[in-house]
């Protein structure tokens, strides 16, 4: 039964310290995003991927957020330093982008999520 | 104003219920997604729909593409459908996600 996997599921940190989310996408996948849900924002779109290339990371702050897939089965999300608002679920999904389309053409499928909590 | 308003915010049916969500935007999308939140955390994608209408088991989702509109109706509503559904309208470019603010589910026995 495949599906998306992240790691760690729970991570309590304090302020200032270096903060590394993973991620396995489902095999094939071609896709990854990530997200933030917090109870203010919601769910916000940070960054995705496709073929390992980034293709959007307009809403991830940039000074300390940096995403990257060093291979096809594994995609991270770093924050240095990590702020006590970064405290959120960080869920990772995958997906199937077809060439040349921006409309998913299937559904994405999202990991459980890691519960970041930052002192 | 949110891009994506949905209503209603929060739910509650009796078992058996056919339940109808909505969901409204206003800026172009080129699909709209629902997801379903389980109590426990953990999304599930239900639908992606850019028209027309999709079934899936006791859920139905249709769009209104004129209206800027789009509905998730659940039939037979049953406890185990208690859960936070949101619904996100996907830009023109693919690159930005218009998340609604949920519509909370709960079945009662």
């Known amino acids: 039964d495949a599906r998306v996997t992240q790691t760690p599921r729970h991570k309590v940190t304090e302020m200032g310290q270096e903060v590394t989310m993973r991620c396995q996408p489902i095999l094939g996948h071609n896709t990854v995003f990530w997200y933030r849900q917090t109870m203010m924002q919601g769910l916000e779109l940070l960054a995705y991927f496709r073929n390992r290339a980034p293709l959007d990371d307009s809403g991830m702050p940039k000074d300390r957020f940096s995403a990257e897939m060093p291979d096809a089965t594994l995609a991270t999300l770093k924050i240095q330093p990590s702020e006590p608002r970064d405290s959120a679920v960080y869920f990772c999904a995958s997906g199937d982008l077809r060439d040349g389309d921006v409309v998913f053409t299937d559904t994405q499928y999202f990991g459980p999520g890691t519960r970041l909590t930052v002192l | ?109």
């Open chain 2, 1 to 109: 104003k949110n891009e994506v308003e949905q209503s209603p915010q929060n739910l509650t049916a009796q078992e058996g219920e056919f339940i109808t969500i909505n969901c409204s935007y206003s800026v172009g999308i080129s699909a709209l997604h629902w997801l379903q939140q389980h109590p426990g955390g953990g999304i599930v994608s239900l639908f992606m729909l850019s028209s027309g209408k999709k079934k899936h088991g006791r859920l139905i989702a249709t769009i209104n593409i004129q209206e800027k509109h789009s509905s998730l109706h659940i039939t037979a509503s049953h406890p185990r459908d208690s859960a936070v559904y949101i619904c996100a309208g996907q830009s023109n470019t693919g690159n930005q996600f218009y998340f609604g603010t949920g519509t909370s589910l709960t079945v009662i026995p």
